[in-house]
């Protein structure tokens, strides 16, 4: 989300005349995009905004601002700390960046008076209208869309409510434009982004035949022309109902992928989490949809450490892990959220426990997903080409279905195109692949790049 975030932000600087550089030491501006998710994730972001305010005292010209959860989270209170900072934008003003900008440019340069930090944190109705432009400049083959902002779910870690504020969705005729543009500009993947993506819009849209807003949203997504895959990231066990489920029977551009966060395989924990299922219920979602797609690969999003999980209780999310049969996981080590209603419990499980359990979780991961990548040598999988790989001569990297990531020996005209790729060789996490010729949607281009 941060991502996307970000990437709205520097579309709309390019639309106002400034440009991105490749080096931060070559930049005028530069602006973090924070996380607040963990404590480790802020105090990433205050070190680096430390170091930064160094270079400004060498140039004081130099505009420095924080944006994003954790200026939310934090607010004023970083300027006494950090004292250098122009500007603090929260979770629902990034739309005012490039105004605050021009702003503390023109008093820079002498046309008013120096200006104290400028602070922006306010809520605004329709802000999550504001994230949807994208560099035209450079084709996206697989894009991020978000469809909503905010979360009205009390979790009882999570500071996500606190930083991104209520539940708002954009409207579907928007979303469907936005993802009109991006194929006219060569996009052929998109994940939906939401905190909660299957409560999209259920306040605001109504259901028709029984199906949500969410599930109408992806069948108009499917409609669409040049879009070839369809994700979405993070649906909850609330709300995830026969009419979603359906959607992987119906609609053959839904991925065979699904992230799906369980956090925890103990019901006790779940209860004291506050995440309104039990282990079962979340059991009989992945079986109901395995039913319908067998092939399907699941991630999840797991906490360790949580206070007062016992060895008997994360001895029930490896169990967990084994039957569900995750492919992928984000393994967190629980962080105490100050204003979280956990925070009242402390965080008792000391660190060397949560790094065992991650650990343990991590081998049986890896277990797994390399006994799933192995059954792959051989197979043909279709996968669409994302860009060069980072290491390899003539070395280009696309996914599968299943959200693997394969590096094959290529050409970059094969960047965009979905192409058939026999695999050949496996580690627990990538595949590697050849290429097969007639499986190239258009094979002149290959053979003449
Ligand atoms: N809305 C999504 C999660 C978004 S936050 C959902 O409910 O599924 C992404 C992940 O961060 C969560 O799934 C959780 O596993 C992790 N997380 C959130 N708060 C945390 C905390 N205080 N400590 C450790 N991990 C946390
Ligand atoms: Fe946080 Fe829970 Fe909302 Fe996800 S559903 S963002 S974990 S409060």
New binding site residues.
Partial sequence: MNERDSAAVATMLRGKGYSIVENELDADVVLLNTCSIRDQAEQKAIGKAGHLTKRKRKNPNLILGIMGCMAQNRGGALIDSLPDLDLIVGTQKFHRIPDHLDHIIATLNGLGPKPDSVVDLEEESGSQNTIKSHDEETVQVAAFVSIMQG?N???SY?I??KTRGVERARPMEDIIDEIKKLVYNGTREVTLLG??VNQYAVREFPFVNKKSPFVQLLERIHEIDGIERIRFT?P?PIGFRDDLINCYARLPKLCEYLHFPMQSGSNRILKAMRRPYTIEKFGEIISKIRAVRPDIYISTDVIVGFPGETDEDFGLTCQAFEAFGFDMAYLFKYSMRPGTTAERLGDPIPQYIKEKRNQILLNILREQSLVRNKALIGKVEEVLFEGPAKKGVNMFMGRTRGHRKVFVQATPRLIGQLARVKITNVTSSTLMGELLLEGVESVENFVYA
Avoid: A, L
């Fill in positions: 979360c779910m009390k979790c999570c996500v409510p905190q909660i993070s909850h």
